[in-house]
């Protein structure tokens, strides 16, 4: 079964610090990996995913991710956090089974100060 | 173009009664999905259609029907709600499976007494 561990449900920055968000995941098959965001009261929003291909993936906001298949990780990075960063992130998988959606992690709150 | 809507933004119901969250996209989208979302939970698929007419169980059914009689909408049912439910619940689309963006609404709001 395909599953996603955030490490970390509350991550806290200063605005210009690195941003490390930690996304390991389990799938049998090669996964299709997510990162979307979740700004307060509203939907979740596509960050960024890798499929395949180029395993450092650019997405929007100045985040990126990179695909480790040997760490079965896709961590998320900015570096440099701003102030309208806060909010709450999910890492997801999809593994590419019949009847299966996306499986999302339990998601990361992060906080920046000024 | 509105992407995914929601209604109602909020409710709040008595144990034992019944409601519908309406969920409409106008992206003409083949797949959508109802998720619940609960705190230090992440999002769980409650169910999920690959088109109109068709429908399928997701992670966490029980308590809940959809029915998807047009396209472009996706209906929530809770026949007897419970405080079990009290959650906010997402809807989404997306054009296609595996690598296609899910694109989400702005959540429900439910609170069962």
């Known amino acids: 079964a395909q599953s996603v561990t955030q490490l970390g449900s509350h991550v806290s920055v200063s605005e210009g610090a690195l941003v490390l968000l930690r996304c390991n995941y389990s799938s049998s098959v090669p996964p299709y990996l997510f990162w979307y965001v979740q700004y307060p009261n509203q939907g979740l929003q596509l960050l960024l995913k890798y499929t395949t291909g180029a395993t450092l993936v650019k997405g929007i906001n100045g985040f990126e991710a990179e695909f480790k298949k040997s760490e079965t990780s896709f961590h998320l990075t900015k570096p440099s956090a701003h102030m309208s960063d806060a909010a709450e992130y999910f890492c997801?998988?999809?593994?590419?089974?019949?009847?299966?959606?996306?499986?999302f992690g339990k998601g990361t709150t992060l906080s920046v100060s000024s | 173009n509105a992407g995914v809507t929601q209604t109602p933004k909020f409710r709040v119901l008595k144990t034992g009664q019944s409601m519908t969250l309406l969920c409409a996209q106008d992206m003409n989208h083949e797949y959508m999905y109802w998720y619940r979302q609960d705190p230090g939970m992440g999002l769980r698929l409650i169910h999920y259609?690959?088109?109109?007419?068709?429908?399928a169980k997701g992670e966490v059914p029980d308590g809940y029907n959809v029915s998807r009689l047009k396209k472009q909408n996706f209906l929530l049912g809770l026949e007897s709600a419970a405080p079990s439910q009290t959650s906010v619940y997402f809807c989404a689309s997306s054009y296609g499976q595996s690598v296609e963006t899910q694109y989400f609404g702005p959540g429900t709001r439910l609170l069962v007494l």
């Open positions: 997801a998988v999809w593994a590419n089974q019949a009847g299966t959606a996306l499986i």
């Open positions: 259609s690959v088109g109109e007419g068709t429908t």
